[in-house]
């Protein structure tokens, strides 16, 4: 049962990258969430997405960031549009399931300015 994210790496400020979370082993929960933890800061929650698409953004990335799922490959993406210096983080994404927590080991986003 695992959470594995990909799509982490170097972009320079204004750019784009694309993060994925693909779940194996279980069924993503009603609810999926993207996290982040920039470098010396508490981890954050990003964006949200139910099941039915519903979806919630931290103010700091609206307007930028998409979150999205696709329920018949169990896959959560997190599309970053215009990144900037202070998105740099390790990005995480969550699920609870049967009452218990699912965490990846998270995906590194450097922007570079």
């Known amino acids: 049962v695992q959470l594995v994210e990909s799509g982490g790496g170097l972009v320079q400020a204004g750019g784009s990258r694309r993060l994925s979370c693909a779940a194996s082993?279980?069924?993503?929960?009603?609810?999926v969430s993207w996290y982040r933890q920039p470098p010396g800061k508490q981890r954050e929650l990003v964006a949200t997405i139910t099941i039915g698409g519903v979806t919630n953004y931290v103010d700091s990335v609206k307007g930028r960031f998409t979150i999205s799922r696709d329920n018949a490959k169990n896959t959560v993406y997190l599309q970053m549009n215009s990144l900037k210096p202070e998105d740099t983080a390790v990005y995480y994404c969550g699920t609870i399931r049967g009452g218990r927590e699912y965490w990846g080991q998270g995906t590194q986003v450097t922007v570079s300015s």
């Open positions: 082993g279980i069924i993503f929960g009603n609810v």
